[in-house]
């Protein structure tokens, strides 16, 4: 007798964001972002999917979560 673990599905959900580049300069405006991901999925996964719609490398940027014009939390890759 074998058994197999699958996975358990996850809807998809839309991720709004903001794209804030380090050096800004006058006259910037925010540019924003949508992904669908999986609630499920890791940071590595969205990551993954930055890089197939906006071209963005794994490790070019930070993901923050932003409350009150304060970081409240760094989520990394590892």
Do not use: H, Q, W
Request: charged content about 25%.
């Amino acid at each position: 007798m074998m058994t197999m673990l699958l996975p358990i599905p996850a809807e998809k959900k839309p991720i709004t964001f903001f794209y804030v580049p380090y050096n800004l300069c006058d006259g910037y405006v925010n540019n924003r972002g949508e992904l669908t991901v999986r609630s499920n999925e890791t940071v590595m996964d969205f990551r993954e999917a930055m890089k197939v719609k906006y071209g963005k490398g794994l490790a070019d940027y930070t993901i923050t979560k932003v409350n009150n014009n304060e970081f409240t939390k760094y989520f990394s890759s590892a």
